[in-house]
C-alpha cells in the first residue's frame, strides 16, 4: 500500500513595518472615536510600510529571508513561490517573479493569486497540491499586502479596519500523516458589489477622472459585509469540522482571518471553542489581508505543539471564502 504524501507546514515566519498607528492618531485624521474603532473592529493598532519605492515584496523578502534562516536552507533551494495579495508591485510582473529575483531564487518560479481576504488560504491550498503531485518538493507561501497603498484615510469606514504586514509559510512533503489534510473553499461573485476597488483594472483604467473620485482606493459597504462574512466564516469552519469528524475538543486551534473581533468570536461559537483556542492579534495589526493567517501562525508559533489539529478560516472580498484542515507538524 502507498502511503499519500500531504504537505507539511515546516516553517513560519512574518514581517510588519516599524510604524505603528493607533486609534487615537487616526481620530486626528478621520471623523471618528479611538473607543469607538477598537470597540466595534477589536483593532487598537496597525502598523504602516513608511518610505519611498518600498511596495508588498518588500515586506515579503524579509518574511520569506526569517524563514529560509529558522529552516536552514538558501533560496536557491526553493521550487516556488506563490504570493497572495491584491496590492502587488506592479500589474505585471507578479510579485512572485520580483521576490525570486530579488532572494536570488534562482530555481523557483511563481505566481500572484488574488482572493483578497481569502488569499493565503486559496494560495496554502493551491501550493498543496504540487508538493502532493510531487512536482515540489519545497514550496513557499506568502500572504503580503500593503493596504495603506488603497486607502482612503478620509474614509473611516475603511482606513480605520487595514493594516500592512507580511506572513510566510514553507510547504515541504511528507508521509507521517501531518500536513494540510483538507479545504473547503468557496466564492459568489456577486458580492463584489458590496467590496470592490472601482477602478485601476481594465474595466476602468486609470485617468484623471478615476484619480478625482478616489476610485483606486477600497470601497466597503460595511453591513453587508460583515452579514455574510459572520454566516461564511462561521459555516465553513463548522463544515470542514464535520467532514473530518472533529469535535470542539479535538480542535488545538482556530487560526481565523482578523478581519472584526465580532465575526471571530461569532465563528468560535459556532464551532464550539472557547476564546483560549482562538488566535487573536487584530488588535495590533488590524486587518492586514492575506497576511492575516500566516502572521497569526507566525505569534504564536511557540504555543503550537505537533499533532494540533487547526482550522484555518477566512472570507474576503469577491465575496470568496475558506476553511483548511491542517495538523501541525512540528514542536518549536
Known sequence: MMTKTTASITAVAGYVPDYVLTNEELVKMVSTDANWIETRTGIKERRILKGEGLGTSDMAVIAIERLLKKRGITALDIDMIIVASVTPDLIFPSTSNIICDKIGATNAWGFDLAAACSGFVFALTTGTQFIETGKCKKVIVVGADKMSSILDYTDRSTC?????GAGAVLLEPTTDGYGVIDSILGVDGSGRAHLHQKAGGSVKPPSHATIDAKEHFVYQEGQAVFKRAVVGMAEVSAEIMEKNNLTSEDVAWLVPHQANKRIIDATAER??????????????????????????LWDYEKQLKKGDNIILSTFGAGFTWGAVYVKWAYNS
Open 160 to 164: 480605520i479596519i487595514f493594516g500592512d
Open 271 to 296: 464551532m464550539g471553542l472557547s476564546s483560549e483556542k482562538v488566535m487573536l492579534n487584530i488588535q495590533k495589526y488590524g486587518n492586514t489581508t492575506a497576511a492575516t493567517i500566516p502572521l497569526c
